[in-house]
């Protein structure tokens, strides 16, 4: 009854990339969440494909992906550079201001 096909692991690996044009298609501030959960999604769902089908496909999925969560990657690699190094992550953090404060060497507007 229940197979694991290849049939089934396209069909979800499709929901997953409409998902992600929604999620895309939201106002900003939805974007960080809709865009972690989607990464969660891909924990079971890449090794379903590379199972279902055969690592080609899996390979062709990770680009895709890597495509379309290009800036949740940047950003939570960036931020995991941050940590490993010591470097700051924000601006906020590299120039020792707290949240709201302004930068003494902007101009006032």
């Known amino acids: ?55 080609f496909i899996a390979f062709m999925f990770v680009a895709g992906v890597g495509s379309i969560m290009r800036w949740p990657l940047y950003y939570i690699g960036r931020f995991t550079w941050a940590r490993i190094t010591g470097k700051p992550f924000t601006w906020l953090e590299e120039h020792k201001l707290e949240d709201g404060e302004r930068n003494p060497n902007e101009p006032e507007y």
């Open 1 to 55: 009854m229940f197979d694991i096909g290849l049939n089934s692991a396209i069909v979800f690996a499709a929901c997953w990339v409409g998902m992600g044009t929604v999620v895309a298609l939201c106002r900003r501030p939805y974007h960080p969440p809709g865009a972690f959960l989607l990464l969660l999604l891909l924990v079971p769902l890449i090794p379903y494909l590379w199972i279902a089908g055969n690592p």
